[in-house]
């Protein structure tokens, strides 16, 4: 596609339920990546994908979060047992291999744990 | 802990003005640092920034890295309405691409 997208834009959940957020990396992107963006705070790394591995998950927040790439292209994120604090704007990037830093952003999908 | 740092945190400018907005960082194993646009929710790449002393520069933008004191700068010349939006500052350290993000800083440009 032309960009990264992501869905479902938003998403309204209540505690304890589990939410699967999905992106589609710009074609031909074989890195991935996920981010949380919190209320007024930074952009937080959640995990990094080579292809369908991953190398680097060392910023989930705990084993309620997980995430799989498919195929190479698609990932989702899961998240169980949602709490409070897992409300935040999750961000999808994608970037190709030899330009790791250079990423692309997708929409994000906003999580509101109720 | 990798950190970085964006000040000021917000601004509020007119249209015309000069911004500098400030980026500071302290990571083990330096490779690059990066400055992103969100206006509304995807932020989009601006610059990225690997060695000391080399302005990059697009438009009315540019920017510049001091890996000696450890920060970079962000210059917005002759602003207009449309700059108003976050400028993220990241900071990689790692052979991944895991960017360490600072907060943002929250321009505002009034016509």
């Known amino acids: 596609g032309a960009g990264v997208s992501q869905s479902p834009s938003n998403k309204v959940t209540e505690k304890g339920k589990d939410v699967e957020l999905r992106c589609d990396p710009i074609s031909g992107h074989t890195a991935l990546y996920w981010y949380r963006q919190s209320l007024g705070q930074g952009l937080e790394f959640l995990i990094y994908?080579?292809?369908?591995?991953?190398?680097?998950k060392s910023g989930l927040p705990s084993d309620r979060f997980s995430a799989e790439r498919t195929g190479g292209s698609v990932s989702t994120l899961t998240i169980q047992r949602t709490q409070q604090e897992d409300s935040a704007v999750y961000l999808c990037a994608s970037s190709l291999v030899g330009h790791l830093y250079e990423q692309y952003f997708g929409p994000g999908t906003r999580l509101t744990v109720t | 802990e990798d950190k970085v740092v964006q000040s000021p945190l917000s601004l509020v400018v007119h249209e015309g003005d000069t911004v500098t907005l400030n980026c500071s960082y302290e990571v083990t194993n330096f490779r690059s640092l990066l400055w992103y646009k969100q206006e509304k929710k995807a932020p989009t790449f601006l610059f990225m920034l690997t060695s000391s002393g080399i302005e990059k520069k697009s438009g009315r933008l540019s920017s510049i890295l001091d890996k000696k004191e450890l920060f970079s700068i962000l210059n917005i010349t002759a602003t207009q309405t449309g700059d108003s939006a976050v400028y993220l500052c990241?900071?990689?350290?790692?052979?991944?691409?895991?960017?360490?993000f600072g907060q943002g800083t929250t321009l505002q440009v009034k016509p």
């Open positions: 994908f080579q292809g369908n591995s991953a190398p680097d």
């Open positions: 990241a900071v990689s350290s790692s052979n991944t691409g895991k960017l360490i």
